[in-house]
């Protein structure tokens, strides 16, 4: 089997250099999963720092390996990408991957832990998004809508981005987002543009609703919009993200009666 691994030793803690030396003495270290599906599991490390650790399956992956366009590559590419465009992420601690054969065998990506963060949308659902004050919720709504408006100008289509993928933090009271977890993120063809910044908001709107104000959504949809007023264009847009997920119900039982006839 062969081996590619890159460290960044500046992100880990001294004490914890001697396990990152290649990606079998880090699978080796005992681990706490934290999510898993048919493609990745993420776990937590737990040593003098925390670091989360993305393993990918290699079966799933190896033609988009080959084409240089697998879950794994995506994620790591798109990372470096969000700090290009000076959006906060974890820090990037290893990544490697193995192969047996020229095959793709998995694929291990290490990030660093945010500290004293929480996810958007827990903060959301434990009421305390207002707990600073509404002055300090719009901060965060403002940096929510200006790294979406920054993506979707660049022509961007995150495809994931949901407040749970979305970490908060502060620093000296300021709040700071990060983003993370986009393995599938890209730039789609043009003509299909409207409809994924559409779905894009309705992710983030379904998650929202009902626990943020509508006049705070409609305040973070204007800077989203770079825009006080509202143009035929920008309530479309709206109009749009606001009826995705009606319309999805409407044709998975459309899909369902055509199915039981």
């Given at each position: 089997m062969?081996?590619?691994?890159?460290?960044?030793p500046e992100?880990?803690?001294a004490?914890?250099?001697?396990?990152f030396?290649?990606?079998?003495?880090?699978?080796?270290?005992?681990?706490?999963?934290v999510?898993?599906?048919?493609?990745s599991g993420v776990?937590?490390?737990?040593l003098a720092?925390?670091?989360?650790?993305?393993?990918?399956?290699?079966?799933?992956?190896?033609?988009?390996q080959?084409l240089?366009?697998?879950?794994?590559?995506?994620?790591l590419?798109?990372l470096?990408y969000?700090r290009?465009?000076g959006?906060?992420?974890p820090?990037?601690?290893?990544?490697g991957?193995?192969?047996?054969g020229g095959?793709?065998?998995?694929?291990?990506?290490?990030?660093?832990e945010?500290g004293?963060?929480t996810?958007?949308?827990e903060?959301?659902r434990?009421?305390?998004?207002?707990?600073?004050g509404?002055?300090?919720a719009?901060?965060i709504?403002a940096?929510?809508?200006e790294?979406?408006?920054?993506?979707?100008?660049?022509?961007?289509?995150?495809?994931?981005?949901?407040?749970?993928?979305?970490l908060l933090?502060?620093v000296?009271?300021e709040?700071?987002l990060?983003?993370f977890d986009?393995?599938?993120?890209?730039?789609p063809a043009r003509?299909r543009?409207?409809?994924?910044?559409a779905?894009e908001?309705?992710?983030?709107?379904?998650?929202?609703?009902?626990?943020?104000?509508r006049?705070?959504?409609?305040?973070a949809?204007?800077?989203?919009?770079g825009?006080?007023?509202?143009s035929?264009?920008?309530?479309?847009?709206a109009?749009?993200?606001?009826?995705y997920?009606?319309?999805?119900?409407?044709?998975?039982?459309?899909?369902?009666?055509?199915q039981a006839?």
């Amino acid at each position: 089997m062969k081996a590619y691994w890159r460290t960044y030793p500046e992100a880990i803690a001294a004490q914890d250099q001697s396990q990152f030396t290649s990606i079998d003495t880090l699978l080796a270290c005992p681990m706490e999963q934290v999510t898993r599906d048919s493609v990745s599991g993420v776990s937590r490390l737990r040593l003098a720092a925390t670091y989360y650790v993305k393993v990918f399956a290699g079966r799933k992956s190896r033609l988009r390996q080959l084409l240089g366009i697998s879950r794994y590559q995506r994620e790591l590419n798109n990372l470096a990408y969000f700090r290009s465009l000076g959006l906060r992420t974890p820090d990037l601690v290893a990544c490697g991957h193995r192969t047996r054969g020229g095959l793709l065998h998995d694929a291990v990506l290490v990030t660093r832990e945010v500290g004293a963060a929480t996810d958007l949308l827990e903060l959301v659902r434990s009421d305390r998004f207002y707990a600073r004050g509404r002055q300090a919720a719009r901060l965060i709504l403002a940096q929510l809508a200006e790294a979406t408006r920054t993506l979707h100008a660049d022509g961007f289509y995150h495809q994931d981005l949901k407040p749970r993928n979305v970490l908060l933090s502060a620093v000296d009271e300021e709040p700071q987002l990060y983003f993370f977890d986009c393995p599938r993120g890209h730039r789609p063809a043009r003509f299909r543009f409207q409809r994924c910044m559409a779905k894009e908001l309705a992710h983030i709107e379904r998650d929202l609703r009902g626990r943020v104000h509508r006049s705070d959504l409609m305040y973070a949809y204007r800077l989203y919009r770079g825009c006080d007023r509202l143009s035929s264009a920008d309530k479309r847009l709206a109009r749009e993200a606001l009826t995705y997920y009606a319309e999805r119900r409407m044709t998975a039982e459309r899909r369902s009666r055509l199915q039981a006839q």
